[in-house]
Nanobody, 116 residues
Framework: QVQLVESGGGLVQPGGSLRLSCAAS????????MSWYRQAPRLEREWVAS????????AYADSVKGRFTISRDNAKLMVYLQMNSLKPEDTAVYYC?????????WGQGTQVTVSS
């Protein structure tokens, strides 16, 4: 079955950087677009970024555009989220997401805390 495992979260000061990773398995990774979402305390889960199957196209939420970069390595079955110029409002649990056959799949999430 579809499995997504995120890693790379942690505590970082404002202005710092983190790189999140998502290891995928259980489906033909190269055939599916991938996304990152996040959920802050007491807020709904929100979309952050998406990437197409061959990395030909990416899209970002306005709140992260110019600071975050999504990428993928189809050979390694990995998707990444490079986060620069982090702000306290980026604090959230970050989730990897894929829809395979009409079914939504999420990882367990990785906590990102931006604080001085």
């Amino acid at each position: 079955q579809v499995q997504l495992v995120e890693s790379g979260g942690g505590l970082v000061q404002p202005g710092g950087s983190l790189r999140l990773s998502c290891a995928a398995s259980g489906f033909k990774f190269s055939a599916y677009g991938m996304s990152w979402y996040r959920q802050a305390p007491r807020l709904e889960r929100e979309w952050v970024a998406s990437i197409t199957t061959t990395s030909g196209s990416t899209a970002y939420a306005d709140s992260v555009k110019g600071r975050f970069t999504i990428s993928r390595d189809n050979a390694k079955l990995m998707v990444y989220l490079q986060m620069n110029s982090l702000k306290p409002e980026d604090t959230a649990v970050y989730y990897c997401y894929v829809n395979v056959g009409g079914r939504n799949s999420w990882g367990q999430g990785t906590q990102v805390t931006v604080s001085s």
